[in-house]
């Protein structure tokens, strides 16, 4: 168990910065360390702090996407001294073992699975098996690991091949449907490509096309990215939001999560290609989903410089991708505290404000729950792998950027870039 910080929300308001973005990373590591399935250690999709009874429930189904998070975020906890190496490495090869005996289909793993048995648990009827995007997620925390733990002893040269293998057997091609220029994003035994979702740009599958351009098996041409992700309806933008241009993406660059999956391990600083220069683009984007929440067209109780960030999380009637075409008063902790590098101080004023003026409404056990809507008086009581990774991860890669060097050091990574004309002062330096 990884003992959870007592010291109350106002307490950890006044902390100085570093301290208290490392006391965040802890309690929000918790959901990774604690609060992972019991069988396999995988990360669970989410669990459920319930406030009337203090019930701590478990969803059962593991997260695919979230669990290459939550790999990344035990990097960090092994760095910081949270837990220590062999804690971690014994942990990882549980996970290991899981992903092993997993159900795959053409080397890609299901958005969902049991942690025990390895079946997959179906997201909708015809989404019942292979997800290219999630297993882009699980693959970037393999890759860092891999990095990472570079023991010379049996279990870490034992797990580092088998992580090799995960990644090797994920038939990056085959999801180009016969040869097309585009990847498709499921495909199953059952259905085929019923569900026939072509990725397109910009959004959070950059990941997926670099690393299936990257991969030392089964890749993909860099066609299939220039004409694929690169292009769609909402690849290209080039309007003006509040007086900050954004080049590519969405209306409003669309929710902040396209900000932040990819670039967990892709360092997106100097990261330039023919159509943007990522740091750029990114920072842009939090810029504007900021500026929406203080001019605050709408209208809802609490938005402003100290309370904004919006993107998908659950609220208070479901589970909706939240930007500010489609906002309905939902802040999620997830979306200011993981932008962390691209707006420091901003970010920092967020988290003090949730923490003295919302207290343990927002503050629990695993870090920030998911979500609240003031105007509803709703705060939710949930957490959800894929949004409490990305505070851990890219509050670390503000810090010290260790994810980011440690992705990027990747030969694979390194040729990526190479195969689809990317510049990055990385390739400068492993060049030198």
């Known amino acids: 168990m990884l003992k959870k910080d007592d010291r109350t929300p106002k307490a950890l308001a006044a902390l100085p910065d570093d301290e208290l973005i490392e006391a ?93 048995s390895g079946k997959t648990f179906p997201m909708s009827p015809k989404d019942d098996a292979g997800d290219l995007v999630e297993t882009s997620f699980l693959c970037m925390g393999l890759l860092c690991a891999r990095q990472y733990f570079d ?22 091609s085959w999801f180009t449907q016969g040869g097309q220029d585009v990847l498709y994003w499921h495909w199953s035994p059952n259905h085929g490509w019923a569900m026939n979702h072509q990725i397109h740009g910009s959004n959070e599958c950059l990941i997926t096309y670099f690393l299936a351009a990257a991969a030392p098996r089964h890749a993909v041409d860099p066609r299939v990215y220039h004409r694929g992700y690169s292009s769609g309806p909402d690849f290209v933008n080039g309007k003006n939001y509040y007086g900050i241009d954004m080049p590519l993406g969405s209306a409003y660059g669309g929710p902040l999560f396209f900000t932040h999956y990819s670039y967990l391990g892709l360092d997106p600083h100097g990261l330039k290609d023919r159509y943007a220069d990522y740091w750029d683009l990114n920072t842009r984007h939090v810029k504007i989903n900021r500026a929406h929440c203080i001019a605050n067209p709408r209208g809802f109780k609490g938005y402003g410089a100290s309370c904004w960030g919006l993107t998908a999380s659950d609220d208070p009637d479901g589970y909706l991708a939240h930007d500010p075409s489609n906002d309905n008063g939902t802040i999620s902790p997830t979306a200011a505290l993981a932008s962390l590098p691209y707006a420091p101080a901003e970010v920092l004023q967020v ?81 030198a």
């Not at 959800?384 to 060097?405: C, F, S, Y």
């Open 24 to 116: 965040v990373q802890r309690q929000t590591f918790r959901y990774f360390w604690d609060g992972a399935d019991a069988a396999s250690g995988l990360a669970l999709d989410r669990r459920t702090l319930v406030a009337a009874t203090g019930e701590d429930v478990a969803d059962p189904r593991v997260a695919i996407g979230g669990t290459g998070f939550g790999i990344m975020a035990m990097i960090v906890a092994v760095e910081r001294g949270w837990i220590t190496r062999d804690a971690a490495l014994e942990r990882l090869g549980r996970m290991r073992d899981a992903l092993l005996r997993a159900q795959r289909y053409h080397g890609t793993f299901p958005h969902f699975m049991d942690g025990a």
């Open 151 to 172: 023991d010379d002893t049996a279990a870490a040269r034992q797990l580092r091949a088998d992580f090799d293998t995960l990644w090797h057997e994920v038939e990056w």
């Open 351 to 431: 988290i003090r404000h949730f923490l003295t003026v919302h207290g343990t409404k927002v503050w629990k056990d695993y870090g920030f729950v998911d979500a609240f809507n003031e105007s509803r008086d709703w705060f939710a009581e949930t957490y959800l792998a894929i949004d409490q990774g990305p505070i851990v991860v890219m509050m670390e890669n503000h810090r010290t950027g260790l994810l980011w060097k440690l992705f990027m050091s990747v030969p694979e990574v390194q040729e990526g870039l190479r195969r689809l004309d990317f510049g990055s002062p990385y390739l400068a330096q492993s060049d």
